[in-house]
Each structure stands twice: as structure tokens, then as C-alpha cells.
């Protein structure tokens, strides 16, 4: 039996410290002339020291679960997207399960970069749509301030701390995600990386000498792979869903820089009314950022029952996916 999965409860979470790129320039040199052409980024949210990814993660759960009117028992499986885990092991889904007390719920993390949102939410939809499950608790997560490396201009100006949930559940017939993809390009994985700290380069004397715990990153490399596979996607799922261009109401892509929007979407055609944006506020937060635009533009008002929205996102790996969703509204239809 095939099931219609959808988004039931949305959640997020920024840390509330706010980093101005003024305060960048005290850092490395670059300026907030640079920083504002170059990536459309303002300012980003940057996590408390005493704040890991799950914390951010809980804080986005518990408003998900709010917002979907459910208790944390009745999760069957809990899915965390995240590149900068509390830990190597145990997985970063089993504290956010310990913490929430989702005693019934499987937990596991996902690790597909700034694509990690979308991927977690369609690796949900499966257990939803075959029927295994009635409830996962998708979350995207990262903490990239602490593993990023603060002389580095090309990479330190990029990104933010965040998290986004979304409960995924069964949906009326019609409504959900009506097309999904996902994609990898491993030979593009020296683009974008973290060099040791894994088994193949243990953390020694060397490694920290180095700087081989920080992000390592081939901007323009990653921008042209961006660009592309972002309108590849696109079309291609909204082709998937027997849809054109026309018919999606909100394009939600991966906020990572306004010129990889413009530069795809826009070209495509796309009117910018047509497209929410926030990396001006939050900078990239990697695997949370299109769950954190989903839940600001349904928070916004910009969504509204049956509308079809697109989710793109790309990243490390590489990786890609996008998903075009039926919009149901619960809150509308509960009266
Ligand atoms: O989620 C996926 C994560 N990654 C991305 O999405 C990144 C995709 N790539 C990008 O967004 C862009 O490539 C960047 C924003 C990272 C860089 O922009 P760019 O227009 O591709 O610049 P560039 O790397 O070609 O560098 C141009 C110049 C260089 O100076 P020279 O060599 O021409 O003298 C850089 O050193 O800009 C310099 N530069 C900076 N200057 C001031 C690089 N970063 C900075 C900075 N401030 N922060």
C-alpha cells in the first residue's frame, strides 16, 4: 500500500547571538561591501559555546512536534541531517531522541551536507508512503561556526548556526510530495570537505598544525556545480510531478548565496516574488537552511493549502535533491 506523505509540523532554531559582517572585517580581511555583493549575507546566528548541534536540533523538534499537536511517544523514527554531529558516535538523532523522550522512535543521522534537509525529508516520506511508519521527526542541523576556520576569508564569511524540524506523517490523497530526487557526484568531494578527524586522518599534532579540522572549500568550483545541478533539479522534479514551472507557487531553495539563486532560478525564468529568501539574515546554515526558509515562509504567511512548493537544496558530497510538495494545511482544514 502507497500512502500520501507529507509535512504535518514545521520547527526551527536560531541562536540568538547575531554576527554583522562589521564584525568580520575585525576578524580577516574582507569587508561588508565584499560580503554583501559577493553572497547577499548580512549577518549570521552564531551558537552559544555552550550549545552543541543537538541543541539546536531539540529547540526546532519541540516546536515541530508543537506545531503538529504530537507527543514525542508517538515518533516512530527520528532522522537528524547533520555534517557537524555532537560527536562522531553516538549519533547525533539519539541524543535529540533521549532528550525529547521519543522512547519508540528509531533514531540514525544523515550525513549529505547543505542537500541533508531535503534528503532526510525524503528518506522519511518512504517509511510514510510504504506504510512502515505514522511519524519521523526529520531534523537538519549543523553548528559549522565549530568547524570552520576564522582566518579564513573564503570560507568564515559563509556560513551560520541553525537548526529545522519537520514531523512527517501521512497526508490526504493529493496533497504531499508529489515528486522527489535525489542525487551524488563523489568524484566532486575534494571540492568541499573536512580533512581529518575521520579514520583516514585521526586528529595528531600534525592534523591541528595543519588546520585539517576546519572546512575546506573550492568556492567557484562549488558554485558552478551549484548553479547547475540547482536548475537540473528543479526541472527535473517538477517534470516528475507532472507540473511546469508555472504551477509552483514558492521555489524554497538552499540559501547559500543569493548569486547561485539568481544565477539559476532567475535565469530559469523564475519571478523573485516566486522565491523566498533569508541568507541575508542567516548566512548558510547547511544542512538546516531549507527547513529553516520552509518554516519562516509557512510562519510568513507565504504558503497556503494546496500550493505547490519547491525544495532544492545542494552541498558537500556532492550531493542534490529537490522535492515538489502539495501544501496541506492541518490548521486550515482542523478549522
Ligand atoms: O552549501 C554549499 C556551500 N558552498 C557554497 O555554496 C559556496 C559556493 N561558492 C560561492 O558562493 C562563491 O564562490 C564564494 C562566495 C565562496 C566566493 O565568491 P567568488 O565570486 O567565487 O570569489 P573567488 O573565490 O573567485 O574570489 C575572488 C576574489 C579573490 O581575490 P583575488 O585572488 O581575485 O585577488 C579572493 O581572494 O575575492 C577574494 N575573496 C575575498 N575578498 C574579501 C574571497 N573571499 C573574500 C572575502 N572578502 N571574504
Known amino acids: 500500500m502507497i500512502y500520501s506523505a507529507g509535512i504535518i509540523g514545521l520547527g526551527k532554531y536560531l541562536p540568538e547571538r547575531i554576527v554583522t559582517n562589521r564584525e568580520l572585517e575585525e576578524l580577516v580581511d574582507t569587508s561588508d561591501e565584499w560580503i554583501t555583493t559577493r553572497t547577499g549575507i548580512s549577518e549570521r546566528r552564531i551558537a552559544a559555546a555552550e550549545q552543541a548541534t543537538s541543541d539546536l536540533a531539540i529547540a526546532a523538534a519541540q516546536e515541530a512536534l508543537l506545531d503538529a499537536r504530537l507527543g514525542a511517544d508517538e515518533l516512530d523514527l527520528i532522522i537528524v541531517a547533520t555534517i557537524s554531529p555532537d560527536m562522531i558516535f553516538p549519533a547525533t538523532a539519539c541524543l535529540v531522541q533521549a532528550a525529547l523522550g521519543a522512547t519508540k522512535a528509531a533514531a540514525f543521522d544523515l550525513s549529505a551536507g ?5 534528503y532526510a525529508l525524503i528518506t522519511a516520506a518512504q517509511f510514510i508512503a510504504a506504510g512502515l511508519y505514522q511519524n519521523v521527526l526529520v531534523v537538519g542541523a549543523d553548528t ?7 582566518q579564513d576569508r573564503r570560507t568564515c564569511v559563509l556560513f551560520g548556526d541553525g537548526a529545522a524540524a519537520a514531523v512527517v506523517g501521512r497526508v490526504p490523497d493529493g ?3 508529489l515528486g522527489s530526487l535525489l542525487g551524488a557526484d563523489g568524484t566532486g568531494g575534494n571540492h568541499l570537505y573536512l580533512p581529518a578527524g575521520g579514520s583516514r586522518r585521526p586528529a595528531s599534532p600534525e592534523t591541528l598544525e595543519n588546520r585539517e579540522h576546519y572546512i575546506k572549500m573550492s568556492g567557484p568550483e562549488v558554485f558552478k ?3 547547475k ?3 537540473e533539479a528543479t526541472l527535473q522534479v517538477i517534470e516528475q510531478a507532472g507540473l511546469t514551472l508555472a504551477d509552483i507557487d514558492l521555489f524554497v531553495p538552499h540559501q547559500a548565496n543569493i548569486r ?3 544565477s539559476s532560478l532567475h535565469r530559469m525564468g523564475v519571478p523573485h516574488e516566486r522565491v523566498f ?3 541575508d539574515k542567516y548566512g548558510n546554515t547547511s544542512a538546516a537552511s531549507v527547513g529553516i526558509a520552509l518554516a519562516e515562509a509557512v510562519a510568513a504567511g507565504r504558503v497556503h493549502d494546496g500550493d505547490n512548493i519547491l525544495l532544492v537544496g545542494f552541498g558537500a558530497g556532492l550531493t542534490w535533491g529537490s522535492a515538489v510538495l502539495k501544501w496541506y494545511d492541518r490548521r486550515q482544514l482542523n478549522g
Do not use: Q
Not at 547543505?114 to 531535503?118: A, D, F, H, L
Open 114 to 118: 547543505c542537500s541533508g534537509y531535503v
Open 144 to 150: 559549522l561556526s565549530r568547524l570552520t576556520d576564522w
Open 175 to 177: 496533497y504531499g510530495i
Open 225 to 227: 556545480f551549484a548553479v
Open 229 to 231: 545541478v540547482m536548475e
Open 260 to 262: 547561485i539563486i539568481d
Open 277 to 279: 529568501l533569508n541568507v
